[in-house]
C-alpha cells in the first residue's frame, strides 16, 4: 500500500525559494498521477501542480504557474515541488497525493507548512 510523507517546509520571507519533498514508499510512483495540493487556513484545499510519468503530463494552477516546479525521481519514489518567488498568499500546508492509474481509492500524505512572510 502506498504511504506519502512530506517534508521541507517552513518559513521564509517574501521573494524567497523552498522546495518541498514528498517521499513514497510501498509502491512506484511512476503508476500514479501525482500531485501537490495547498490548503490555506480557512480556505479550501485547492490544486496546486500534478505530473504522470506515463505521459509526461505536468500541470500547474493559474495562481503558481512559471513560480513552482513540480519533478519527480522515480528511481527513489520522491516527488518535490520547487517553489520560487513565494508571495504571502502561498503560505499553506501543502498536500501530497497520488492517484492510481487504475480505479484504486486515492492516497494523501500529512501535509507540510509553508509559511511566507511579507
Known amino acids: 500500500q502506498l504511504q506519502l510523507v512530506e517534508s521541507g517546509g517552513g518559513l521564509v520571507q517574501a521573494g524567497e525559494s523552498l522546495r518541498i519533498t514528498c517521499a513514497a514508499t510501498?509502491?512506484?510512483?511512476?503508476?500514479?498521477?501525482v500531485g501537490w495540493f495547498r490548503q490555506a487556513p480557512g480556505k479550501e484545499r485547492e490544486f496546486v501542480a500534478a505530473f504522470r510519468w506515463v505521459d509526461d503530463m505536468e500541470r500547474y494552477a493559474e495562481s503558481v504557474k512559471g513560480r513552482f516546479t513540480i519533478s519527480g525521481d522515480m528511481g527513489r519514489n520522491i516527488l518535490y515541488l520547487q517553489m520560487n518567488s513565494l508571495k504571502p498568499e502561498d503560505t499553506a500546508v501543502y498536500y501530497c497525493n497520488a492517484v492510481p492509474l487504475n480505479s484504486e481509492p486515492e492516497v494523501w500524505g500529512q501535509g507540510t507548512l509553508v509559511t511566507v512572510s511579507s
Open positions: 510501498g509502491r512506484t510512483l511512476g503508476t500514479y498521477t
